[in-house]
């Protein structure tokens, strides 16, 4: 019997999606974390001003050997730093799951923002991890066999990552729906750190992980009874393959909750964020510039 694929992609020239962050992003992202203009990080680091500038502009032309004094200086991962400004960031296989995955890839900006649904493969009922922005970002990436939504999970309330909770709650008669534990919404029922629910088959657990905003969750899902298949995470906008969620709550949180999250699941754990390609906890906690 052919082996069914774990990962479906409902829409076509979406299944290889770039990162969330580039280079200049990460750049951007690390000065802030330590508290850092670009004057100081070349005083830092003897690369001048104008050559920072530029990368953060979208313009790298930096060598391995500076970036390896900026990840120094920031206290960045110089492997993963190196490998993102050669483009060459390392992404792991997205297999190996005992249950199915369908990354619902939306268009955001000028980027793309994530949902996912879960669910055993071959059926049409599903558990579905954030919405979008609303039914009509939905709609069109909403994959034909699933009929039925038994739960939602939704890692943070901004408008991109849950703006269709009410309207797929009222599509799809969703009895339960979740969000972090101080979010006030209308159609979801509050989930702390440590909850599991039981969804059929699936376990879900949640981690409260503020940082990126004051009231965030990652869910780690699991199938009750399988012995060798791999979990997932679903991160939202706390990290992202190559990169880490904006801290526009709190950056030490943040960096915490990543490390102390990241440390809960194994390693070849799935990693599903809300925006950007999937990547594995272990591939992370190698290769990621935030996780030095």
Known sequence: MARIPRIFFPVEGIVEIPLEDELGDVLEKALRRAELNEHQLAAKTGIAVSRIRDAIDYRPDLDSEELGRIAAALSLNEVGLCALGAGLYPLPEAAGLPFCVWPLRMKHGIGVVNAYLVGICGESHAILFDTGSGMDALTPVWPKSITAVDAVFVTHVEAE???????????????????????????????????????????????????????????????????????????????????????????????????????????DTLLAPGHGPLTTVGNELRFNPFLG
């Open 161 to 267: 990552h849950a703006g269709a909770l009410c309207d797929v709650v009222g599509r799809y008669n969703v009895k339960t729906a979740y969000a972090p534990a101080a979010v006030k919404t209308p159609c979801g029922k509050p989930i702390a750190e440590g909850d599991t629910v039981t969804v059929g088959r699936f376990q879900v657990t949640a981690y409260s992980t503020p940082g990126h905003c004051s009231e965030h969750a990652c869910y780690k899902v699991e199938l009750v009874g399988s012995r060798t298949g791999r979990a997932m995470l679903v991160s939202g906008d706390l990290i992202f393959a190559g990169s880490a969620g904006g801290a526009y709550f709190c950056r030490k949180q943040l960096q915490a909750q990543t490390r102390r999250v990241l440390s809960l699941v194994p390693e």
